[in-house]
């Protein structure tokens, strides 16, 4: 571990306090980072499942929440079919959504009933919704 060391002989005391609680202020902390990413759950998407807990299909079909799971490479298919077929206006903002999503190595993801937003492992609504998303399955 890197330790910082002070000479006190060059600076008042006031000015080694001021350092002092300006460094624990400031300091990046490595172990509590750390625990708090210990702490963090993961989720996994699988067809209609969360970390295996099934989905209700009434969340998507009701439009339920804001998000639901979707095949990553069947959307990529379809969003090529709706490129080809679109206005001019649209394509580009789909061109982006289809390389970024060929971007995610994950087979499914979390997209939006109403844009054309995506989440998947990594963003950082992620673990938020999916969280949501069991807790309105088990409601059901």
Sequence with gaps: MNKIIIDPHYCSREEFA??????????????EETKSKDK???YTLSENKINGEYINDKIRDEELHEYYIQDRKEFIDTLIDWISEAKSSNKE????DLEMLMDVEDDYILSSNSTNSYLYQGCA??????????ELSKEL
């Excluded at 001021?18 to 172990?31: G, I, P, T, V």
């Excluded at 903002?93 to 982006?96: E, P």
């Excluded at 609504?125 to 998303?133: G, I, P, R, S, V």
């Design 18 to 31: 001021e350092l002092k609680q300006y460094l624990d202020d400031n300091a990046w902390n490595y172990r």
């Design 125 to 134: 609504d992620f673990n938020e919704t999916c969280k949501e998303l069991i």
């Design 93 to 96: 903002l789909m061109k982006q």
């Design 40 to 42: 963090e759950i993961l």
